[in-house]
């Protein structure tokens, strides 16, 4: 009786200056998520598992901080209305299992939906915001990825902002992602609220397509990728645009791959893995653990990408980075080997939004390839590569 006493307490205290927790996203959140490759087959031991190998890998060195439980880890609420972990699937509990990844040095995420039911079929938080706040607190809980299924007639906004009051109310920092796959326009109402917003449906492993699932697609890289050409002033410190967790190691090519995490670093997205950390192969485990190309996603400016030249089937996404620096990203769209000669000169590359702008006439900058880990050069000379089907190159400018 007294944990529902003291929720009670909790919601009738909830006052108008309720907020998210300032500052715990002032870059990009890195982690894993096990929802892409495992879906509903999750358990203790899988979790464990994947937080030794994130530290075993080498992810926990570069930035990668917290592991996440996606969907399909509840049990039944008990008769005080409070959620408990499947008995069968976390027979030691999540206080323990948060505890063992706490003992790592990392972070522990979890997943609840704003509706009557997750995506999964599974209890939702409608009705037990506060509980399952409380709840989340108890167990040490660092990270919430809040979904949108069965949620009939909410207003989005007001949904998110219930469990944001909750959160603050339980009194634990927990970094609050808004799931809400861009239908009701997070991005415009988002930043007073959580700290990271979905821009699309669900991702695939496919670099340019989508995947029809009967009543919802998911999509390619690509196809996230184009969605939202409009919305990067929402983006920043704190407050971003989440392009959904990365495909990386999950069957595309090496290529495809190097592609996918350049992009999203471009973007400023959150970088959360969704591959089978167990299992990598050397070349998944060193896109994914680039320092060079992560410091681009981690730059403190925080301003997130945008595509500056496109000609035939590759063109040049651009990223501000603090200091004056610049990265560009090289991307090859197309089916075929493009041969690319870029005359510094003749450009200027100009961020409107956020006003940036780079003169190659005015200042000569030292190129730095990020992939081959290589100093190519200076904005003096014409940039001559080539770059396969579905790939990148990508590059940071110093200023000499």
């Not at 002032?26 to 879906?39: I, K, Q």
């Not at 290529?255 to 192969?281: I, K, T, V, Y």
């Not at 089907?389 to 940071?396: F, P």
Request: proline content about 3%; some cysteine.
């Amino acid at each position: 009786m007294k944990r529902t006493v003291i929720a009670a307490v909790l919601l009738c205290s909830v006052s108008a200056f309720a907020q998210k927790f300032e500052g715990l996203a002032l870059t990009p959140p890195m982690g894993w998520n096990s929802w892409n490759c495992f879906g509903c087959d999750v358990n203790e031991v899988l979790i464990m598992q994947a937080a030794d190998a994130m530290i075993e890998s080498g992810m926990k060195d570069v930035g990668y901080q917290y592991i996440v439980i996606d969907d399909c880890w509840h049990g039944e609420r008990d008769s005080l209305g409070f959620i408990h972990p499947n008995p069968e699937h976390f027979p030691s509990g999540m206080k323990v299992l948060s505890d063992y990844i706490h003992s790592k040095g990392l972070k522990f995420g979890i997943y609840s939906d704003a509706g009557w039911k997750t995506c999964g079929g599974h209890p939702g938080s409608r009705g037990y915001e506060y509980q399952d706040a409380l709840t989340y607190a108890e167990w040490g809980v660092d990270y919430l990825k809040y979904d949108w299924c069965n949620t009939d007639d909410l207003n989005a906004k007001g949904a998110y902002m219930n469990m944001r009051n909750a959160l603050f109310a339980a009194e634990r920092p927990i970094v609050f992602s808004l799931c809400e796959w861009g239908n009701n326009q997070p991005w415009e109402w988002g930043k007073e609220v959580g700290h990271l917003w979905r821009i699309s449906g669900d991702i695939a492993p496919i670099f340019d397509g989508e995947e029809g699932h009967g009543s919802w697609i998911s999509w390619g890289v690509l196809q996230i990728l184009d969605m939202r050409p409009d919305i990067r002033k929402y983006a920043g410190p704190d407050h971003w645009n989440d392009f959904d967790m990365m495909e990386v190691g999950n069957g595309m090519s090496v290529a495809e791959d190097r592609a996918h995490f350049s992009l999203w670093c471009m973007m400023a997205s959150p970088l959360m893995a969704g591959n089978d950390l167990q299992h990598m192969s050397q070349e998944t485990i060193t896109i994914l653990t680039n320092r060079e190309v992560i410091a681009v996603n981690q730059d403190s400016l925080g301003i997130q990408g945008f595509r500056c030249y496109q000609k035939d089937d590759w063109e040049i996404w651009a990223k501000p980075l603090k200091g004056g620096d610049m990265a560009l990203c090289f991307l090859n769209r197309g089916k075929n080997t493009e041969k690319i000669e870029f005359d510094w000169g003749e450009k200027i590359i100009k961020d409107d939004e956020f006003k940036k702008q780079v003169s190659f006439v005015e200042k000569e900058y030292q190129i730095r390839d990020l992939w081959t880990k290589k100093d190519i050069g200076t904005t003096k000379q014409i940039f001559k590569t080539k770059i396969a089907s579905h790939d990148v190159v990508m590059l940071r400018l110093f200023k000499k």
